[in-house]
């Protein structure tokens, strides 16, 4: 048998999906393989006119080196004593459009494919073969569209270097003893040299620091403005003044009840 088969897939594309076996499995058309065997093994029902028949087997693709590619395939019936034998080679011819897949070779059938018409199990073959091509190139074509591109990675922006405060110079302290060093003095001139002299209260307060310890200053009580406000001292009256106005007011309540008790007698 000799039959032609053009897909529009480039053929470095095609070439990739005939090296990866379990994409061949997968465009085999029907084909459902069975656990644990190899990729392109399992049951395949095959439809020839009225009739369908179903074979399990497996197929084999290997690559030459003339850059040609050997099918080979043997299955039984699942239901009879009937086999089948492949023995096919792919050649593959780039064009302009895409690529032209020549299928050659020989295929040998016992059991009940053999009672068939020899042009209802021709043109089943060959439905098969256009199908199982397609879906290669298919499966090429979806490989191509999920190769992922290479990332970019954006470029990070430089940031901005944070100067901790334990790495800032410090500027060394200045020579010049007389410019750093202020005696207490010299401060309190400083504050009260716009106003031409010092008040009398601080002229008081610092007469009377002067020749006092740093412990009798902070135990001072405050002077001028600042000082406590003593507390009102009371009093106390004469024991006899307390007992003369009650007295005064007993001997005036007296005099008037005795003036009228002389106008009544009267």
Same mark, same amino acid.
């Given at each position: 048998?000799?039959?032609?088969?053009?897909?529009?897939?480039?053929?470095?594309?095609?070439?990739?999906?005939?090296?990866?076996?379990?994409?061949?499995?997968?465009?085999?058309?029907?084909?459902?393989?069975?656990?644990?065997?190899?990729?392109?093994?399992?049951?395949?029902?095959?439809?020839?006119?009225?009739?369908?028949?179903?074979?399990?087997?497996?197929?084999?693709?290997?690559?030459?080196? +003339?850059?040609?590619?050997?099918?080979?395939?043997?299955?039984?019936?699942?239901?009879?004593?009937?086999?089948?034998?492949?023995?096919?080679?792919?050649?593959?011819?780039?064009?302009?459009?895409?690529?032209t897949v020549t299928v050659e070779g020989t295929a040998d059938a016992d059991g009940r494919v053999a009672e068939l018409p020899a042009d209802a199990v021709a043109s089943a073959a060959t439905r098969l073969l +256009?199908?199982?091509?397609?879906?290669?190139?298919?499966?090429?074509?979806?490989?191509?569209?999920?190769?992922?591109?290479?990332?970019?990675?954006?470029? =990070?922006?430089?940031?901005?270097?944070?100067?901790?405060?334990?790495?800032?110079?410090? *500027?060394? *302290?200045?020579?010049?003893?007389? !410019?750093?060093?202020?005696?207490?003095?010299?401060?309190?001139?400083?504050?009260?040299?716009?106003?031409?002299?010092p008040p009398a209260e601080a002229a008081h307060a610092r007469r009377t620091m002067i020749g006092r310890s740093a412990e009798e200053v902070d135990h001072a009580p405050p002077r001028g403005r600042y000082a *406590?406000? *003593?507390?009102? =001292?009371?009093?106390?009256? +004469?024991? !006899?003044?307390?007992?003369?106005?009650?007295?005064?007011?007993?001997?005036?309540?007296? !005099?008037?009840?005795?003036?009228?008790?002389?106008?009544?007698?009267?």
């Open positions: 048998m000799e039959h032609q088969v053009f897909v529009p897939v480039p053929v470095e594309r095609l070439r990739e999906a005939l090296a990866d076996p379990a994409r061949v499995a997968r465009a085999v058309p029907g084909l459902q393989q069975d656990a644990g065997a190899e990729p392109v093994a399992g049951r395949l029902k095959l439809r020839v006119g009225g009739h369908s028949v179903t074979y399990r087997g497996a197929v084999r693709v290997t690559p030459r080196e +003339n850059g040609t590619y050997a099918v080979e395939g043997d299955a039984t019936e699942a239901r009879g004593t009937g086999s089948v034998k492949l023995a096919l080679t792919l050649r593959l011819t780039g064009t302009e459009d895409g690529t +256009n199908r199982f091509v397609e879906s290669l190139a298919e499966t090429a074509e979806t490989a191509e569209e999920q190769e992922p591109e290479p990332e970019q990675v954006p470029e =990070q922006e430089q940031e901005p270097e944070h100067t901790s405060v334990f790495d800032t110079e410090v *500027p060394p *302290p200045s020579l010049d003893r007389d !410019a750093d060093e202020t005696t207490p003095d010299d401060r309190f001139t400083e504050d009260f040299a716009d106003l031409g002299e *406590p406000v *003593p507390a009102p =001292q009371t009093v106390a009256g +004469n024991p !006899a003044l307390r007992w003369a106005a009650p007295a005064a007011a007993l001997a005036l309540a007296s !005099a008037i009840v005795l003036g009228r008790a002389l106008r009544k007698r009267r």
